[in-house]
């Protein structure tokens, strides 16, 4: 009731006295039943009155909610005839609400019921290493083996099969992750129990061209299966699937794969035996069976996740520890799920004996694995705190293997009204410690994880989300129905309404809903099949993603949605155009506006929004002028430079609640329009004084465009940026600049760079809270950059993009490095002397990803070479093993030549003293040379520098050069 409160207390600022007076009382009425409603939602097992006294208590908060949103909406009580019914109205809610009261006390509803008084609603201890995998090492070892028998050079299907929560999605991440690296193509994807085949096809397609605008958009589910095809011929590819439910799905699946003799793979998982030999061909020797954990390895999960080791568990809780350990029969879900309650407890030991012995008694009637499991959740479900129970509920508001984004939940959970923020902490800070929460407590799971341990997005166990659906269907929480299922059977109470209808082509349009008191709507299916909106009057969160069904439609006409004046968060996905209306100045609540789909154009009036606080929009979008009129903004993506005026750029500086901005180019008029978009980019910027991110990346599919300007180079970022992310290839700064060395900070940096100096190196090292740093850099410097004795001590990611491999790392440099990612080419004649000296140092590296590309004319064997050299380097590090290191080809990295001074170290065979360049390398050189020579550069010392070194007869190799 917490949204109603605050809702009357800025109401009273509103009123006449009359009304004033009436709603004081009302208020005080509502936080009396508030406060019971609280007490009793912590009740472990409330009775059957209880639990309709709470039901009656959430509907009289919903009619008063209603009633006050009109007052608020309209606003005047000026007129006598309005201000009577209103008076009326607001005696007549309370003579609701004392009833309510009466009642409560009447059937004394606290008496008699288990109360959970170990509730905590803090933030949880999360586990000491989440990564950590125990009992699946022999199956990931047997796993490896069936994926990697060199001899079998035909497409090979690998099934993975066990009951639910016993790893097997676990185990395929694992492998997917470490194997994937060594294919040219890799997807992991999830079916579901009604598989939604444009969702699915989509979802590989994104993966395998993640970098163009088709991979966005779904068009007709041909078309995506062409596309997939088109990218995997001849490739060597690496998919996942799981969860498999039948064998008609993977009939459905298994066509779109081409054959190919190029060791390509694919793994599947799936609970059912017989859909697992369907997959792998009924080749039984191609099924790996996950069976429950043993003792030891379930009391590992378990330790490691509450306490980091069972050395760390108290004695006293030992006993009890193993004796729940015993109940959860080896699951890793169910493991997950008792020690996510349990570690959020570690002070009250009562509660861990309470636990058990609840266990025993559920249990003593469950023998199967799955009824454990089940009834394992129920419990861990009903200890959840309430303000959490409410922000799992409104998972059932998305379709099974939805995969959905941690920014898009919290801005949902806010707009509903969930989150409550306090004087330390704003709502959006709240809901990431609920979100984390439910990580931590394994009620939902990450999907997508940054360089930054940073979980951005997640799925929900379909165990879980059967827990999920029923309990929100029985507490008239949310109403979800898929095509199969009519309207007829829906609660009239429910307040939040969801349609799972996929790409089914035979669902048709539901009839007429007279449910008005939905707040929230979700709707996934075709166009054809969309309910009416604007039936809707009270709606506050609308979530539309459709398809069109190509039978002519182009676009669909939203334009009435702006009599929703509710709405507060509105999304929209389609690949269809999407006509908005042409005002919306009425949707005075309106907090998110997120339209992924193209936009015939944007309201002229969302500047006036008084509310909106994220703003996203598809790339190529021209947003009006004067957007820093919108001082409510916190997100602002993504602002395209290329279809922006320059004046727009400028009004940026005026939004001095914003965040996070997200800029792209996807077109550019001109190079002129892109380079004066800049600099007023990097003269507005600093005026930002809340930014927390900021990032400027290349559209999907959009032509590269490079701006090296000098001009950036001067901008002054606000000092409290976390993340600044300035990718190539549009802008690449000359040098590093000399601002970013005062950004004390900054936790994320992506930028690129012609040259790079020892100082940059220095520049960067005094950032403190630096954990993951991308260089990329075009000019080979001609020292080898050493990264000595306590540099970096937090940086966790390292991606080092250059022509020429030239890092050296001395003992203790790096101490908390996890992951090396680099980037380099083979040059014709290159050796591979002295190939990352130092590498060994690194000692909590866990591995290296090489992407190495190839220069005109280098043969294969020389790339196979430089390979062979990069793999013997890396075997010096003390944690080296087969998935240690991932070599990914490419064709190219981006590179220029640069001049060479006298005394510099230069890499390859010039390095070694008193032995002569080849002729590839003095061809090199002088081609390098040459190049820049009309630029500037001094190329008289390179020419010297050769003559000393080798014989003039020499020059005659080099190859004519254009200039």
Avoid at 776 to 794: D, K, M, N, Q, T
């Amino acid at each position: 009731m917490g949204p109603v409160l605050r809702k009357l207390d800025l109401l009273l600022y509103h009123l006449r006295k009359a009304l004033r007076d009436g709603i004081e009382l009302l208020k005080e009425d509502l936080q009396e039943i508030s406060s019971a409603l609280v007490e009793l939602s912590t009740l472990e097992t409330p009775t059957l009155r209880a639990k309709c006294w709470m039901a009656e208590a959430r509907e009289l908060s919903y009619l008063i909610e209603d009633f006050v949103d009109d007052m608020m909406w309209t606003r005047s009580d000026a007129d006598s005839k309005r201000r009577g019914t209103r008076i009326a109205r607001i005696t007549q809610l309370r003579d609701l609400v004392r009833q309510a009261s009466e009642r409560h006390e009447r059937y004394q509803l606290d008496a008699g019921c288990t109360s959970s008084r170990y509730l905590n609603t803090g933030h949880m201890r999360a586990p000491t290493d989440a990564a950590n995998l125990f009992g699946i090492e022999n199956s990931r070892i047997k796993l490896i083996e069936m994926l990697t028998v060199e001899e079998e050079q035909q497409l090979k299907v690998v099934s993975i099969v066990g009951p639910a929560g016993v790893g097997k999605t676990t185990l395929a991440k694992k492998i997917f992750y470490e194997l994937g690296g060594q294919f040219e193509l890799r997807a992991f994807v999830s079916a579901s129990r009604k598989l939604d085949m444009r969702r699915f096809l989509g979802s590989i397609l994104s993966q395998l061209w993640p970098h163009h605008q088709l991979a966005s958009d779904a068009g007709p589910v041909q078309n995506l299966i062409d596309n997939i095809q088109e990218q995997l011929q001849d490739k060597r590819y690496f998919i996942v699937i799981d969860n498999i439910w039948e064998k008609t799905a993977w009939d459905i699946v298994s066509g779109i794969f081409p054959m190919g003799n190029n060791c390509s793979r694919i793994i599947g998982t799936s609970e059912n035996m017989n859909v697992a030999l369907e997959c792998c061909g009924h080749l039984s020797n191609n099924i790996l069976k996950m069976k429950p954990l043993g003792i030891q390895d379930s009391a590992n999960l378990f330790f490691g996740r509450v306490f980091g080791s069972e050395q760390q568990c108290p004695d006293e809780l030992k006993e009890v520890s193993y004796a729940v350990i015993r109940k959860c029969g080896g699951l890793p879900l169910a493991l997950i799920n008792i020690a996510g309650l349990l570690a959020s407890h570690l002070e009250h030991s009562g509660l861990w004996y309470h636990v058990h012995a609840r266990l025993c008694s559920i249990l003593d009637t469950s023998h199967t694995i799955q009824e454990i499991q089940k009834e394992i959740l129920i419990l861990s479900y009903n200890s959840l705190p309430h303000c959490l129970k409410t922000c799992l509920l409104y998972f059932s508001m998305y379709p099974e293997g939805y995969m959905i984004r941690k920014a898009h939940l919290a801005r949902q959970w806010i707009a509903e009204g969930f989150i409550d923020a306090t004087e330390a902490k704003d709502a959006e800070e709240i809901a990431d410690i609920y979100f984390e929460e439910l990580i931590n407590r394994g009620m939902i799971e990450p999907a997508q994880i940054d360089c930054n341990d940073e979980v951005l997005s997640c799925t929900v166990h379909h165990v879980v989300l059967d827990l999920i659906t029923q309990s929100s269907k029985k507490e008239e929480f949310i109403s979800a129905i898929d095509c199969s299922q009519t309207i007829t059977g829906l609660s009239t109470k429910a307040h939040r309404l969801s349609f799972h209808f996929s790409s089914a082509k035979y669902a048709k349009r539901p009839a007429r809903i007279t449910m008005l008191q939905i707040r929230s709507l979700g709707f996934f299916g075709l166009i054809k099949c969309m309910p009416s909106i604007v039936d809707f009057k009270h709606l506050r969160v609308l979530i539309l993603e459709f398809w069109g069904d190509h039978d002519g439609q182009t676009r669909l006409n939203l334009s009435r949605i702006c009599t929703l004046h509710l709405l507060r968060y509105l999304k929209i996905s389609s690949d269809i155009m999407v006509e908005l209306p042409a005002q919306m100045s009425g949707q005075q609540y309106l907090e998110t506006l997120d339209i992924d789909a193209r936009i015939c154009a944007v309201p002229l009036d969302i500047i006036h929004l008084p509310s909106l606080m994220h703003l996203s929009l598809r790339c190529a979008t021209e947003l009006p002028d004067r957007i820093g009129c919108i001082r409510s903004l916190s997100t602002l993506q993504y602002f395209d430079l290329g279809h922006n005026s320059e004046n727009n750029v400028w009004s940026i500086g005026k939004l001095e609640n914003l965040r996070h901005l997200h800029l792209t180019c996807s077109t550019v008029p001109s190079d002129e329009h892109l380079k004066r978009n800049l600099v007023a980019l990097a003269s507005t910027v600093g005026n930002l004084a809340n930014l927390k991110s900021l990032t400027l990346a290349l559209a999907p599919g959009a032509l590269a465009t490079t701006i090296s300007i000098d001009g950036m180079s001067a901008m002054s970022s606000p000092a409290c940026i976390q993340k600044l992310e300035l990718l190539p290839p549009i802008v690449i700064f000359y040098s590093l600049p000399k601002w970013i060395g005062l950004l004390h900070k900054l936790c994320v940096l992506k930028i690129a760079v012609a040259n790079l100096q020892r100082n940059d190196i220095c520049s960067l090292t005094g950032l403190p809270e630096l954990t993951v740093l991308s260089l990329h850099v075009r000019i080979a410097p001609v020292r080898r950059i050493v990264l000595s004795c306590g540099e970096f001590p937090v940086l966790k990611y390292f991606e080092f993009m250059c022509g020429v491999l030239c890092l050296a790392f001395e003992p203790e440099a790096l101490p908390n490095l996890r992951r090396l990612q680099l980037g380099f080419n083979v040059h014709r004649g290159e050796r591979h002397a002295h190939f990352l000296p130092g590498i060994e140092h690194l000692l909590n590296l866990k591995d290296v990803v090489a992407r190495i590309g190839a220069a005109t004319g280098v043969q294969e064997k020389e790339k196979g070479a430089m390979e062979h050299a990069l793999n013997l380097a890396i075997r010096k590090h003390p944690r080296f093993n087969n998935n240690f290191l991932k070599i990914e080809s490419v064709d190219w990295v981006e590179e220029e030549y640069g001049p060479l001074e006298r005394g510099h170290d230069i890499p390859g065979d010039l390095n070694q003293v008193g032995s002569p360049p080849s002729k590839h390398k003095v061809s090199n050189i002088l081609r390098r040379g040459l190049q820049h020579a009309m630029h500037g550069y001094e190329f008289c010392i390179v020419v010297c520098f050769i003559i000393t070194q080798t014989h003039l007869t020499n020059l005659r190799f080099m190859a004519p050069i254009s200039i």
